[in-house]
């Protein structure tokens, strides 16, 4: 399984409000920056390749994430056009996934988990299981890809 973590800007425009010149997805949350949250949700569900995609791209993101070593994944990084919408997104990027089964992590939200008590993810090939916010931001899971999707 592979990941896209999808971070547009219109998720964030809040928050430049009240944190004028950082990048929302380095916000520290108790010591640590939202995007690595994320980071560690995929970590233990056993992915071990995530691309963080952005419509407003950020050099500080990439400085600090780097590669993804410190977190034994492999990090890529990807920019969109403003506004592109979630399967536009996933065209673009699948000759990353491949035919993997894909999670994709879209906005800014907070994911509620037990590191302790983590399920691994399954779907069947072709299905498409979401759980989203009211502003279409959240959480989905895709089944095995193809090109013909």
Known sequence: MKCLINCPAAAVAWVERFFPGSPAYL??????PYLEYLIDFCVFLGIREIRIITDAPDRRIQEYFGDGLRW???????????GMDLL?????????VGTDSLL??????WLNYDKRNIQPLAIAPDRVMAEQLPDGFGM??????????
């Open 27 to 32: 916000i520290k949350i108790a010591n640590k």
């Open 88 to 96: 536009s997104i996933k065209q673009q990027n699948l000759g990353m």
């Open 104 to 109: 994709v992590l879209h906005g800014f939200f």
């Open 72 to 82: 034994n994944v492999a990090i890529h990084y990807a920019t969109t056009q403003n």
């Open 140 to 149: 989905r899971l895709v089944g095995r890809l193809n090109d013909s999707e």
